[in-house]
């Protein structure tokens, strides 16, 4: 399994076409899923390798994949600070949240990713800083009626953290 990862993190650094890029991202995510893994998906620059994608990727699907893979690996709460720490993962994902060009399922699973780093207190201030609530609230915004819903739990959930309490205007997530 190990030769497998570092094969995907090797050939996400230099892929250039739609194919490959979905190849990579879907394998990845699918490693994603198993726990054991989670760490050495992180010790072997699978995550900068995922952001990398999710941000530069031609392919929405491509895009999808690599959110939902960082977001599992950061479902595991020991290695979240570990993530947060690595150099431009989370701003990627406050970035792509954000980016009210960047897909919408894409934006949702990268949203479910800031959420898992979230899960642990010793994250907040660093991802708050970057613009974390502004990004949800973009998101907030430009989503159907529909889909509000989980955002808006999400901006909710915000709101209850005595840390960022004042970065979030009452009226924007109500």
Known sequence: MSKVLESLVARGRRVKNVREQREITFGLADLSTRPDIHERLVKKG???TLVSLLLKAQDAEAQQFAAIAIANTASTRSICSDIVNLEGVAAGLVQYVGNEQSDFIGRQYSAMALGNLLAE???HET???LGCVDALITMLKNC???KRIGIGKACCLCHFQPCIQP???SNDCG
């Open 121 to 123: 207190p010793d994250t």
């Open 46 to 48: 699978g995550v900068d």
């Open 167 to 169: 970065q979030i205007p």
């Open 144 to 146: 159907s009626a529909r």
């Open 127 to 129: 991802i708050f800083l």
